[in-house]
């Protein structure tokens, strides 16, 4: 079995103002301990990267090496894999895009998913309620 976390997660994990901390930091912890495959796409640890470190998200934003350190860690875990786009990547974005008008925001979520399929990923720990416009996947909301 295999799944992935979508970056709100990593960002929830890292905030410890936020009220959704509690259930992410726990839903990490319960990832990192395995045996399951955690995959981990590139777009994903990048725009934890991106917003964790940014001054105006975070009432205490992380600094860069306190955000790439978490991304080691994860890294790090025997059970992680890393991935992204590999041949034939455009037209599997093309064939999750057909059914779903993909613009703006929905962009990365399209990206993320056609990530998900090249991999053969099924299931996505996430808060993003776009998600749920894509066929295919599972989505598991960790604060519900």
Known sequence: MSA???V???LY???SSSRFHRGAKELLDRLTQGPDL???FWPVLMGYLR???HPAIFTRRLTPDEATGN???LLALPHARTAGEEEGFWDLYRATTTDV???GNLVPDAHLVALMRQ???TAIWTSDRDLRKFDGIEIRDPYE
């Open 4 to 6: 992935t976390v979508d």
């Open 8 to 10: 709100n997660v990593l």
């Open 13 to 15: 994990a890292s905030d």
């Open 38 to 40: 955690l995959y981990l």
């Open 51 to 53: 917003i964790a470190t």
């Open 71 to 73: 991304v080691e860690q």
């Open 101 to 103: 008008p993909v613009r």
């Open 119 to 121: 991999h053969g990923v």
